[in-house]
């Protein structure tokens, strides 16, 4: 069964930085294609970064994250991670990971995405 679990959210100042953490359990992360989201209070979830697991692939950021989100990925520990630096208080929600499920799942960045995890809380505050 796969599981994807995040951690490493909380509060921050605006400015500040978080990193947060997903663990993937029942499945390898190598090879994918993996992707954070995130979904603020009233609003549909939004696209923040995609990625893929492999050597040498590009990831793709949101515009409202580019330059300041950075995803990496340690495929030994089947864990991917976002560093979330100079953060804004619109960057507030609650965000989740997912990894993409072949021929299914919802559709964002070029890949389906049918696994997700539970999401963690991020507040940033002014």
């Known amino acids: 069964q796969v599981e994807l679990v995040e951690s490493g959210g909380g509060s921050a100042q605006a400015g500040g930085t978080l990193r947060l953490s997903c663990v993937a359990s029942g499945v390898s992360i190598s090879n994918r294609c993996m992707a954070w989201f995130r979904q603020s209070e009233g609003k549909e979830r939004e696209g923040v970064a995609r990625?893929?697991?492999?050597?040498?692939?590009?990831?793709y950021y949101a515009d409202s994250v580019r330059g300041r989100f950075t995803v990496s990925r340690d495929n030994a520990k089947n864990t991917v991670y976002l560093q979330m630096d100079s953060l804004k208080p619109e960057d507030t929600a609650k965000y989740y990971c997912?990894?993409?499920?072949?021929?299914?799942?919802?559709?964002?960045?070029?890949?389906?995405?049918?696994?997700w995890g539970r999401g963690i809380q991020v507040v940033v505050s002014s």
């Open positions: 990625f893929y697991t492999s050597e040498g692939s590009t990831p």
């Open positions: 997912a990894l993409d499920q072949p021929y299914s799942g919802d559709m964002w960045a070029g890949c389906g995405f049918g696994f």
